[in-house]
């Protein structure tokens, strides 16, 4: 079946490194998407990864194993704004731009 | 720039009452896609559609349905509000590529 796993919760502290993983179990692969979402807004864009390896983009990276089932968010030298719940969201082939969405992970910037 | 844009940010109706949920989109995208999102849960699809009049099934459609008249315009229709579909629903475009779904600002939605 279907299925993808993110950790709840993390907390990290302003000007650390965060990773936040995502596991996946689905019926063939076409892209893995990772968004942001502050609490009561719209999810953003943050990174598309269809090959394996790691795709970085400013502070923000994001890596891909298709054979491990497994991604990961990097966040470095995290602000309070990085405060916001994290989507990982996969595309199956042959699904018609359907995603699949984990449940979020919520993370938490202390000072 | 890409732009969604839903109708309404917050909506309290009551129990019963016909729910019309309206969201458009200027990037002539040819998919849109309707959300609930709830607490603990990953967003889940509850109607999406390819082109005009053309529309399918999510994964909870019941209660719901949609209509897509123009291809700018996706709207979700609740026949019958009931309270377990309070929630925040969010609409979404694609445009049919590799790139990714843009959504709009979200109705938060209060069913009394």
């Known amino acids: 079946g279907q299925n993808i796993d993110q950790p709840t919760e993390m907390t990290a502290t302003e000007g650390a490194i965060v990773q936040i993983n995502c596991t996946y179990q689905t019926s063939g692969f076409n892209g893995l998407f990772w968004y942001q979402q502050h609490a009561g807004e719209a999810p953003t864009f943050l990174s598309y990864?269809?090959l394996d390896g790691l795709e970085e983009k400013g502070r923000f990276s994001s890596f891909l194993s298709r054979s491990k089932g497994y991604s990961y968010l990097l966040l470095k030298e995290l602000q309070m704004k990085d405060s916001a719940s994290y989507l990982c969201?996969?595309?199956?082939?042959?699904?018609?731009?359907?995603?699949?969405w984990g449940a979020g992970t919520k993370l938490i910037i202390k000072p | 720039d890409v732009k969604v844009t839903q109708s309404s940010r917050y909506l309290v109706k009551r129990t019963g009452e016909k729910v019309f949920l309206e969201c458009v989109q200027d990037m002539d995208h040819e998919n849109m896609f309707w959300y609930r999102q709830d607490p603990g849960l990953g967003l889940r699809l509850i109607y999406f559609?390819?082109?005009?009049?053309?529309?399918e099934k999510g994964d909870i459609p019941e209660g719901y349905s949609v209509s897509r008249e123009k291809k700018e315009r996706f709207s979700l229709i609740l026949e019958s509000a009931s309270t377990n579909q309070t929630s925040m629903y969010l609409c979404?475009?694609?445009?049919?590529?590799?790139?990714?779904?843009?959504f709009g600002d979200g109705t938060r939605l209060s069913i009394l």
């Open positions: 990864n269809v």
């Open positions: 559609s390819y082109d005009v009049k053309m529309k």
């Open positions: 979404a475009g694609h445009d049919g590529s590799n790139q990714p779904q843009h």
């Open positions: 969201a996969v595309r199956e082939e042959d699904s018609n731009y359907q995603l699949i």
